[in-house]
T-cell receptor, first 112, second 113 residues
């Protein structure tokens, strides 16, 4: 079955640590996205990538980094520079501008 | 700047009722509007995508309409079931953006058996 796989489902980060969230898709989608979801707020875009080896900052990129070395993979690193990383992180993909989005099941990150 | 609002934030109705969820946006220049469903602690499931040239889309018991001139979209759910309980989100792709989506905060729907 085609879809997006996010791992891990739950992740705990200590102060000062970098952590990496995995996102893999087998839908042959060109575009991939990372969103952050906080309670009572709309989703906010962190980074997006339209093609391999290219990505752009979204609205809240500070403290995050990404790579797009393969079409199928778009990992997100939450660095120690992100001061409030506790949130639900969602990865998504689509074929392009006029197509709908497919989302992964999310990773819940908690700072301990 | 495009803003998307969903009212009410929460809604509770008895099973079997037909209901309407609302989504409003401030700028009528959009590419498309998409409705999603999110179950607690889960990712989003795409329900319906309406292109700017379309007036409505239907999937099973769901019907989404789009009125760009008034900046509104509605999601109609017929014969509601307890399994429809979830948070429903709408998102707009602005006309001046290739990849950005502007999201509403969602309506939490509870269907009482």
């Amino acid at each position: 079955d085609g879809g997006i796989t996010q791992s891990p489902k739950y992740l705990f980060r200590k102060e000062g640590q970098n952590v990496t969230l995995s996102c893999e898709q087998n839908l042959n989608h060109d575009a991939m996205y990372w969103y952050r979801q906080d309670p009572g707020q709309g989703l906010r875009l962190i980074y997006y990538s339209q093609i391999v080896n290219d990505f752009q900052k979204g609205d809240i990129a500070e403290g995050y980094s990404v790579s797009r070395e393969k079409k199928e993979s778009f990992p997100l690193t939450v660095t120690s520079a992100q001061k409030n990383p506790t949130a639900f992180y969602l990865c998504a993909s689509n074929l392009g501008v006029n197509y709908g989005y497919t989302f992964g099941s999310g990773t819940r990150l908690t700072v301990v | 700047k495009q803003e998307v609002t969903q009212i009410p934030a929460a809604l509770s109705v008895p099973e079997g009722e037909n209901l309407v969820l609302n989504c409003s946006f401030t700028d009528s220049a959009i590419y498309n509007l998409q409705w999603f469903r999110q179950d607690p602690g889960k990712g989003l499931t795409s329900l319906l995508l309406i292109q700017s040239s379309q007036r409505e889309q239907t999937s099973g018991r769901l019907n989404a309409s789009l009125d760009k001139s008034s900046g509104r979209s509605t999601l109609y759910i017929a014969a509601s079931q307890p399994g429809d309980s979830a948070t429903y989100l709408c998102a707009v792709r602005p006309g001046d953006s290739n990849y950005q989506l502007i999201w509403g905060a969602g309506t939490k729907l509870i269907i009482k058996p």
